[in-house]
């Protein structure tokens, strides 16, 4: 299957970390620009983070500082490392990435998790 299986949503008080994870299935041989979105009740999609092939990185400027995109190519994997969560960071997160499978180019999306930021 052409699949990214995101993992890692919940519930978490203001403060508190989540760490997300968008992982590739076996047909796709290779990830390369990856996106985090997310979407709140009501509001439009809103890009959060982008990490390259080569490993650099782009935030959004409400998440800068908090936020940390990072890959794991190998496993083929993307993470969304998430602290100092508030609860305006509430929302379905997607990934999104442009993959590789069987040498040519894709853009696949994940199935969403959900984050919570609630006391």
């Known amino acids: 299957q052409v699949q990214l299986v995101e993992s890692g949503g919940g519930l978490v008080q203001p403060g508190g970390s989540l760490r997300l994870s968008c992982a590739a299935s076996?047909?796709?041989?290779?990830?390369?620009?990856a996106t985090w979105y997310r979407q709140a009740p009501g509001k439009e999609r809103e890009l959060v983070a982008v990490i390259t092939s080569g490993g650099s990185t782009n935030y959004a400027d409400s998440v800068k500082g908090r936020f940390t995109i990072s890959r794991d190519n190998a496993k083929k994997t993307v993470f969304l490392q998430m602290n100092s969560l508030k609860p305006e960071d509430t929302a379905v997160y997607y990934c999104?990435?442009?993959?590789?499978?069987?040498?040519?180019?894709?853009?696949?999306w994940g199935q969403g998790t959900q984050v919570t930021v609630s006391s």
């Open positions: 999104n990435a442009d993959v590789t499978i069987v040498g040519v180019s894709a853009n696949v």
């Open positions: 076996t047909t796709i041989s290779s990830i390369n620009r």
